[in-house]
C-alpha cells in the first residue's frame, strides 16, 4: 500500500465520515504471501469505494482500512481483534487462518462487530452460534465433496490416497473428501500426513505407491503441493493428482514444473478468473501481481460490508448487521449470499485442471450439480453483466 | 548497602512502597484500557507469558538445565482444561478443580520427561526436550484417531470461561460505576497469579532446594559429592517448573475459549526461553522484565511503525510488518550484545560473566 | 631482554597488580615469589597478552609489546607454562605437543624436539595417543612444560611448575628447568616452592600483594630472616 | 523389497541434505559451543541467491545447464560466507564470554532479521527453484533414483571427507581444535584465534550455500522461511551423530533421513494403522532420545573423559 | 581402635590403563591416613572409586562396619564419606558461606514444599545451617570472608573453604587430595594444624599429598601406590626407608 491518498484536509472532516475496516491475515511467516495477496483484495475494494463517493446518512464516507498482521498465531487473534475494536472499526474483513478466527470471532462477537472472512474454511467457525461471523468461501464440508465427487464420476478410482498437512486447513479437507468417496463406494487408504513445512514427501508417496491406488488427494498448500507432484511423478505415480484450493495456484507449475500437468483441483466459489475481469485487471494494475488465491474473497467480503452499510444507511455494527444477514450482492466471486449460520449459500466450488502451466477451470458444482465450465459462462452471459458491487438504491 | 537493605531497615518506606505498587498494579488495567481494551488483553497475554518464563527460569536458571520443549506443558495444562471444561466430552468442571490437575498432569509429564534424560548435558539435553515438546505437539494434532480425544488440528473451541456462581470472568460488568471487562477481570486473576507464582519461586531461589541448584549448575560432580541426589533435585526443578507451565495453559485456555496445537509450536518454546535469557536468568525479577518486554515490545511496534513512518515521510516505505519484524530481530540482537548476561542479570551470572 | 614498568592489571576493578617494576636479563633465571594472591599469575598473564594491563609498559627486547596480541608474541618467542597447566584434553598428547610447535614451521626439527620431549619425560611416550585430559595431574604437568618447549622460546614464563608434582618429578622438573636454561633460554619462574625456586635461580622477586616489595639475589633472598618467615615455613 | 529399497533412497538423499547442513552446525559448534541458529537462515540465502543466479543465467544464457548450476552454487557460496562473517562479527564475537544461551538469543535475532530482509528482497511467495538439470530417472530392482539425488549423496560424502582431512590433517584443523577446547591456551600456541573462528564461520557457510543449492534443486522451491525447520533438523542429526564431530554430522544425518523415511513408511503397517505417518517425526524424535539415553555423546560423540 | 574403612582388591583400567589393580587397604577410626605416589600412580582414581565418581571394576569397601553400596556418588556423603578435589572444586560463583551451606544439605530435609511455606521448621532449619556454616568458616579460619565469592579467594583459602564445605557435610571420613599443593611452606604449617585440629575433634583422614614434611608429619600411617599397586604400606618413618618407595617416589629426598 504505497499509494494512499494523503489526509482529507480538517475542512472536509464535518461533512466526511471517516468508517474504519479492520483486515487481519499473517503478513510474516510461511504464508505471508496469501495474508498480503488477501490485504489486497481488501485495500482494492476500499479504495473502488472511496472512488465511488458513497453518502451513509448525510455524509461522504471515507474508508480506511486498518491492515494487521496476526501472524498466523491464534493468541494474537483477540489482540487484533481488540485493536480493532478499540479503533472503532466497522467491521472486520479476515481472519485468514480458521485458528485465528475462531478465537478472535468470539472477541468480534462481544463488541458486536461483523466480520466477514474470505478465506477461513473451517466449518466451527460459524457452528458457534455466533451472530456476527460471515464468510464469503466455502467451508471445507462443500469444497471437499465437490473435489471428491469429481474425482468419483470423472476418474472411477477404487482406491484413493488421501493425504494431508496436518494442519486444520489440510486435514478438515482430506477428512470431507474422505467421507465423500467413502460414501460413495470407493476405498480410502490410511490417512498419510506431513506438516505445513514439509518439502520431503518421498517416503509417503513411495508407501502410497506400494498400495497402487488410482487417485491422490492432498489437502494442503501450494509450497508444500508443488513438490509433493513433483515426487510423486518422479516416483513413476502416474495417476491422477487432487489437491483443494489451498493447492489450486498457478504457483503450482513453477514449483512442479512439467510434474505439473494434468492435476485437478477445486476452488470455493467461482475461480479466480472468472471473478469479474475488472477485479482481475484492477488488482493486476494496482498491485503488478496476478492475485494469488483468495483475494477476490476478501474483495467481495469488503464491499459486502459496504454494501450493508449502505443499505442500512448508517456503518453502526448493530445497525447495518441485520442488513448484512440477509446481503445479497454480485461479487467478483460470484454471488453472495448468506444463510443462517452466516456461510455463504449455495456456494459455487469450482474445479480446475492444470492444462499447458496455467489451471483452467473444467466445470463449477453448486448445490452437489456439477456444471461445465463453458456452459456456465454461457448461462452467466445470458443474464446481464453483474456489476461488480450492488448498486445501493437498487431496493 | 543495597536498595533492598536500605528497605529492610526501614519497615515504614517498604510498606509505602508496596502500597503504592499495589494501587498501582490495581488501577493500571483501567489505565491502559483507556488507551485501548487490547492493552489490557496485551498485558493479559504478557502476564501469561511472564507466568511461563518463571517456570522455565526454575528449570533453566536456576537448575541450569537447557530445556527448548517447555511450550509442551503450557499445551497439556491447556488440554487438560479444554477437555474437562468444553463440549468437547461434555465436562464442564469449574476451574479451581481443573487447574490443580492441569498442573498436577504437566508435573507428571516433567518427570516423564526428566527421567530418562537428565544424565545428558547442555544441549545434548535441549535437543532432547525439543524432541519431547515436538512428540507432545503431535500427539495434540492427532489424537483425533482412532478416538477423537482432541480433536486434532481442529483444535477445541467454546471451551468454559472461569466462572464463580453466576459470576463469569468472560463478562462485561459494571460496578461501582467502572466497567469491569472480561479481560479487566483475566488481569486481576492473573495478578493473583502472579504473585503468588513470584512469592514461590523467591522462596525456592532461597531455599535448601533452592542453594542445591545453584551447586548443580555451578559443578555437578562437587555438588553430588556433597551428597545432594542431582537426578531427584533436577526432576524436582522439571517439575515445578513444568506445574508452572500447566496452570498458565489452563488459564490460557478459559481466557482464549479456543486451543488449537498451533499455539504449542517450538517458536513458542524459544520465546519463552529468550525471556528468560534476555531478562537475566536466575533472576526473577530479571526474568520478569524480559517476559514484560518480549510481549510488548513487538505490540508497541505494531502501535508506532505505521504512523511513524507516516509521520516522517508522509507515507509508508516499508510495511510495517517488515520493519516490526526487523526492529525486533535487531532489538534481539542489540540487547543481547550490550547486556549479555541479560538486562536485569541475577548477581551470579554477572559473576560468571566478569569471571571470563 | 624483559623490562616491566609501572604495570598494573585490575579485574574488573579490583587492583590484583599495582604498578610493578622488574626485569629479567637474557639468559638468566629469575623467580618471583609470593603468597596466594599475591599477583603472580596475573603478571605472568600481562606478560603473555592474557591480560591487558590498566596502566605500564612492557619491553620485550626494547620494544613495547603492550598492544601486541597474545599469538604474535609466541612469535616473538615467548611462552607460558600456564597455572592450571592448561592442557586440550581432547588433543592426544602428541597433538598437544604439535599445538606447543604451531608457530614453527620446519617439520623435521619439530619432531627432533618431540622426540627430546618424549627422551625427557618418558611417561608421556607412554601416553602419547592418550588423550590430554585423561592424563594425571603430574603428567599434565610434564605435557605442558613439554608443549612450552616445543615452540622454542626464548624467554620461558612458568606458573608453579612444581604444583602438585611426586619429589621425584619436582627434581626432575627442576633439573629439566636448568637444562633449558643451561641452552640460553630466559627464564622466570613464579614458585610456591620458595626454596627451591631460589635455589635454581639467580635472581629473585618477592611480590606482596599485588606489588614488589622486595627484589635481591638469590643468596640473599634465602638468608632474608623475613623471607624465611614467610615463605619458607621457618619460626626464625 | 523395491519399496524398502526405494525407502532407503529417499531415506539416503534426504539424510544427506540433512549432513550437509549439519556439517555447517558441527563446524560452528565444534569450535566455539555455540548452536548457531541462524544456519539454516543462511543455507536459506544460499538458495536465494542460487535461485537468482540460475534463473537468470537460464533466462539469458546459452550455458549447458550444469555450468550454469556451478555458477550458480559459485555465486551462491560468496554471498554465504559474506552472511556467516558478518553473523560471526556481528552477532557472535562480543558474546564468546558470554553466558552460553546469550548467543542463542542474538542468532534469533539474526534469523529474524535474514529473514525479512530475504523476504524484501525475494517476496514473500514461495519460488519455484529453476529446474534446469534434466531430471533423469534411473532404475534401480524396481526403485528408481535421479540424477539430482546421486549428485546429493555424492557430493554430500565428499565435503565430508574433505572436511575431515582438513579438520585432522591440517595445520588449520589442528589449530581449530585446539582452539574449541581452550581458546585462551590456543593463542598461547601462537593461533590467531579470530581468525581461526572467522575461518570456521566462513567454512560452515560455504556447507551452507551447497546445501541451500541442494534443497532448492531438490524439491525444486526456494522461501524466505525454508531455513528454519531445515536448520533444526539438521541440528538435530547433528547431535545424533555427536555435535562437533564431522563423521558424526554425517552419520546422524543419514540415520536421521532415513528413520524419517522408514517411519513415514512402515508405522502404519506395523500399527495396523492406528498411528501413521503423522507419527513420523514422533518416531525419529524418539530414535533420537533413545540414542542419547544410552551414548549421551551422540553416536560418535567424544566422551569428553573428565575427571574428578 | 576400630576398621573405619575396608578397601578389598580395588580394581579399576581405563582402557589399557591398570589405573588401580587389587588395591586393599584398612583405616581405623581416628588416624590419618597419608597415600602417595608418583604422579599417575592411581592415587586420585582411588578417591574417585571410593567416593562413587568411578565405579570399582572389582573388589568392595566396607564403611564403618557396614558394605558401601554405592550406586550413586551423592551415597557416599550420606554414609559419612567427604572429599576435597585435586583441581579445586568449589561452587565458584556462590559465596564461601553458601558453599559451606551446600554442604550442609545432605544433613538437612526441607523439600520443596518447605521451602515454599516456609513453616516455623523450615526457617529454624535455615538458620540452624546459616549457624552452622558461619562456625565451620571460623573453624578454617574464613570467619571474615564468608560473603566473598568462592573464585575470587586466593588459593589457599579456597583449599581451606573446601575444607571447610566437606566438613558441613558432618562426615566420618574426611579424604584429602592435595591439599597443600599450590601453598608455600608457611601456608602448609597451617594447614597441618587445622587438619590436625579436625583429627582431634574425632573425624579421621585419608590425605593424598606430595609434600612430604606434610605427610611425614602428619600422618599415621602411609600407603605407597605405583602403577596402580600398593607397593609400601606402614608408619611414615619406615616408609622413607623403603627402596621400593625411594626408587619410585622419592629420590635422593629433597635438600
Ligand atoms: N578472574 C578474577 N577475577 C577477580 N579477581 C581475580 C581473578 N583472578 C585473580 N583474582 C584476584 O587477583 C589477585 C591476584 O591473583 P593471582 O592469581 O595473580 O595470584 P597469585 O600470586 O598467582 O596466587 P597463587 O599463588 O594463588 O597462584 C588475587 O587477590 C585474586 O583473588
Ligand atoms: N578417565 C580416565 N580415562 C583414562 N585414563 C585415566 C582416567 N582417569 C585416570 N586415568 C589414568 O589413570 C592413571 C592414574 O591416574 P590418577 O589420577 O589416579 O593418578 P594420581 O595418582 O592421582 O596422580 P597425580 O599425583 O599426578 O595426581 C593415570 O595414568 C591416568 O592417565
Ligand atoms: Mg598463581
Ligand atoms: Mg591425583
Known sequence: GKNEPAPAPKADAAQELIVKIGHAAPLTGGIAHLGKDNENGARLAIEEANARNIVIDGKKVKFELLAEDDEEKPDRGPIIAQKFIDAKVAGVVGHLNSGVSIPASTVYAQAGIPMVTGSSTNPKLTEQGLKNVFRTVGRDDQQGPAIASYLATEYKPKLVAVIDDATAYGEGLGTEVEKTLTAAGIKVLPREKGSKDSRDWKAVLTKIKGKKPDAVFYGGMDATAGPLLKQGRELGIKVVFAFGDGACTNTMKDLAGDAAEGFVCSQAGIPVQAASSKFLADYKAKFNAEPIQYSPFTYDSTHVLIAAMQKANSADPAKYLPELAKISHNGASGKIEFDEKGDRKNAEMTIFMMKNGKIEPLAIIKGGASVKYEDFIKSAAATPAAPAVTAPEKK | MTFTDKLKTNPAALWSGVVLIACALIALPFALAMAGTTWVRVTNLAILFTLLALGLNIVV????????????????????????????????????????????????????????????????????????????????????????????????????????GSFSFSQNEVLLGLNFSGPIKYYYLLLLVLIAVIVINLRLEDSRIGRAWQAIREDEVAAQAMGINTTRIKLLAFAMGASFGGVAGGMFAAMQGFISPESFVLVESVMVLSMVVLGGMGNIWGVIVGALLLSFVPELLRHTVDPLQRSLFGRLIVEPEVVRMLLFGLALMLMMLFRPAGLWPSKVRQRELADE | MLEVSGLRVSYGGINAVKGIDFAVRAGEMVTLIGANGAGKTTTLKALTGLLRPVAGAVRYNGEDIVAVPVYQRVKMGIALVPEGRGIFPRLTVEENLDMGGYVRNDVAAIRADRDHVYALFPRLAERRRQTGGTLSGGEQQMLAIGRAMMSRPRLLLLDEPSMGLAPLMVQKIFATIRAIAAEGVTIMLVEQNARLALEVCQRGYVMESGEITLHDNAQALLANPQVRRAYLGEDA | MEIFLQQLINGLTLGSVYAVVALGYTMVYGIIQLINFAHGEVVMIGAMVAFSVIGWLAANTALPPLVIVLIGTLAAIPACVGVGYALEIFAYRRLRHAPRLAPLITAIGASIVLQQVAMMIWSRNPLGFPQIIPNTVYHLEGATITLVQIAIIVTSVLLMVGLTLVVYRTRLGVAMRATSQNAHIAGLMGVNVNQIIAATFMIGAALAAVAGVMVGSYYGIAHYTMGSLLGLKAFCAAVLGGIGNLAGAMLGGMLLGIVEALGAGYIGDFTNNVFGSNYQDVFAFLVLIGVLVFRPSGLLGERIGERA | MSILLDARDIGKRFGGVEALSAISLTIEHGEIYGLIGPNGAGKTTFFNVLTGVYRADSGGFSFDGAPLNVSAPHQVAVAGIARTFQNIRLFANMSALENVMVGRHVRTHAGIFGAILRGAGTRAEERAIHERARALLDYVGLAARGNEIAHSLPYGDQRRLEIARALATDPKLLALDEPAAGMNATETATLRQLLERIRTDGTTLLLIEHDMKLVMGLCDRIAVLDYGRKIAEGAPAAVRKDAAVIEAYLGGELA
Open chain 2, 61 to 164: 536458571g536456576f537448575a541450569g538445565l537447557l530445556d527448548l520443549g517447555y511450550i509442551a506443558f503450557y499445551g497439556v495444562g491447556a488440554y487438560v482444561y479444554a477437555l474437562l471444561a468444553s463440549p468437547q466430552f461434555n465436562l464442564h468442571l469449574p476451574f479451581w478443580v481443573i487447574l490443580p490437575i492441569g498442573a498436577l498432569a504437566a508435573c507428571v509429564f516433567g518427570v516423564l520427561l526428566g527421567a530418562p534424560t537428565l544424565k545428558l548435558r547442555g544441549d545434548y539435553l535441549a535437543i532432547v526436550t525439543l524432541g519431547f515438546g515436538e512428540i507432545v505437539r503431535i500427539f495434540f494434532n492427532n489424537l483425533s484417531q482412532p478416538v477423537n480425544i482432541t480433536n486434532g488440528p481442529q483444535g477445541i473451541s467454546r471451551i468454559d470461561p472461569f466462572t464463580i
